[in-house]
């Protein structure tokens, strides 16, 4: 059974910076492309981050050079290293994983974990 | 970016009843498209993939179309199940943008 766990949300002041954790098993990691997707509260989604076929990194532009996705897959987990955030970046974040090696769509979901950005 | 635009926004319809969700692509996408169900608290389900094919599990009562900027998600015979919202994505080009949603109540 596919499982993502997520982990690593919680407040933080603007301008700080936080890491998730997306913790994945139950199918072969590495044969999969993997990203990132947020819902701020009450809103709709948002793709924030990912890997590419071709195994690139890319970015929204609302978060690129502000974000940093990654992974390590010996040890099937994805990550995702915030900075410089703020109030905008206040959301769930979920972890997706792709149909195939394509970035999307995204076929399983983690459960999400809950950033918010206060002072 | 490319925007994605859903019609309507909401829509009441009872179980039983046949509902057709439209989302339309703000430049060609050609087939790259598809749609997800998503229930309060709860992470989407992709429903749909490459505008028409149904995703592994997800009953037959759903269906979708399209090509190009114009794309429809048909759900046969609501079920109780059905009542969420639902998201489109267009999967061409980067960032691979959602559309607002459309969200199913009970009448």
């Known amino acids: 059974e596919v499982q993502l766990l997520e982990s690593g949300g919680g407040l933080v002041q603007p301008g700080g910076s936080l890491r998730l954790s997306c913790a994945a098993s139950?199918?072969?990691?590495?044969?999969?492309?993997m990203s990132w997707v947020r819902q701020a509260p009450g809103k709709g989604l948002e793709w924030v981050s990912g890997?590419?076929?071709?195994?690139?990194?890319i970015y929204a532009d609302s978060v690129k050079g502000r974000f940093t996705i990654s992974r390590d897959n010996s040890k099937n987990t994805l990550y995702l290293q915030m900075d410089s955030l703020s109030a905008d970046d206040t959301a769930v974040y979920y972890c997706?994983?792709?149909?195939?090696?394509?970035?999307?769509?995204?076929?399983?979901w983690g459960q999400g974990t809950l950033v918010s950005v206060s002072s | 970016d490319i925007q994605m635009t859903q019609s309507p926004s909401s829509l009441s319809a009872s179980v039983g009843d046949r509902v057709t969700l439209t989302c339309r692509a703000s430049?060609?996408?050609?087939?790259?498209f598809n749609w997800y169900q998503q229930k309060p608290g709860k992470a989407p389900n992709l429903l749909i993939h490459?505008?028409?094919n149904l995703h592994s599990g997800v009953p037959s009562r759903f269906s979708g179309s399209g090509f190009g900027t114009n794309f429809t998600l048909t759900i046969n015979s609501l079920q109780p199940e059905d009542f969420a919202t639902y998201y489109c994505?267009?999967?061409?080009?980067?960032?691979?943008?959602f559309g607002p949603g459309t969200k199913v109540h009970i009448k």
């Open positions: 997706a994983k792709a149909l195939s090696v394509l970035t999307v769509p995204f076929d399983y």
């Open positions: 139950g199918f072969s990691f590495s044969d999969y492309a």
């Open positions: 890997f590419s076929g071709s195994g690139a990194t």
């Open positions: 430049q060609s996408i050609n087939i790259y």
């Open positions: 490459g505008a028409s």
């Open positions: 994505q267009q999967s061409y080009r980067v960032p691979f943008t």
